[in-house]
């Protein structure tokens, strides 16, 4: 609703999607065809990855910080209990428990991918790939729809405010993972990944 805000936002999109592809090209120039991915090189980017990782353990512990210290500890403003006055809560045993089975197979799949490029198995590999693929997109439909079907917003006091902005930033984590495992998946049919 702000003037100009479609706008910027495709701006801002193409920009991203712009600078994800250059730095996709870049790494597969120099790993496949310019032979720049040294030990060094790779022990520098597995660095990276788990600083990476560990960084956002800290942004969704946050998350978690806001949640439980406004469940365990309701005040007076929130009328002294969790879920708040005139919030229903979705229920743990529907979509997000379907979610959570979910994501526990994509990993094991993306594990089954992991260990066949490990194992020199191109054909298994893409298999798994494929697999982690069609379940991220199966989870981002499905919390979309949970989106859609929950009985309250963000506007709605802690609650809202601290359910769909970790829940939107875990389901925009999966969505640049699934990019992510989109390009690998490509390039492990192309032949780019060998068991080292």
Request: charged residues 10%; contains cysteine; aromatic residues 16%.
């Amino acid at each position: 609703s702000y003037q100009g805000s479609v706008g910027i936002l495709s701006l801002g999109l193409i920009l991203v999607l712009y600078t994800m592809f250059v730095w996709w090209r870049d790494v597969v120039r120099e790993a496949t065809y310019l032979g720049h991915h040294t030990k060094m090189v790779q022990l520098g980017l597995r660095y990276g990855m788990i600083l990476f990782i560990v960084s956002e353990v800290m942004f969704f512990i946050a998350f978690f910080w806001a949640f439980f210290h406004s469940s365990l500890a309701p005040t007076i403003a929130l009328g002294a209990i969790w879920p708040p006055k005139g919030i229903e809560a979705i229920g743990p045993w529907e979509i997000p428990f379907l979610n959570t089975l979910i994501l526990l197979s994509s990993g094991a799949a993306v594990t089954w991918a992991h260990h066949a490029i490990l194992a020199g198995s191109q054909r298994q590999a893409i298999y798994g790939l494929l697999a982690t693929i069609l379940l991220a997109i199966v989870f981002t439909a499905f919390q979309g729809m949970e989106y859609v079907e929950a009985p309250f917003t963000i506007s709605d006091g802690i609650y809202g405010s601290t359910f769909y902005l970790a829940t939107g930033f875990h389901g925009f984590h999966v969505i640049i993972g699934t990019i992510f495992l989109v390009i690998c998946c490509i390039r492990e049919y192309m032949g780019h990944f060998t068991s080292k």
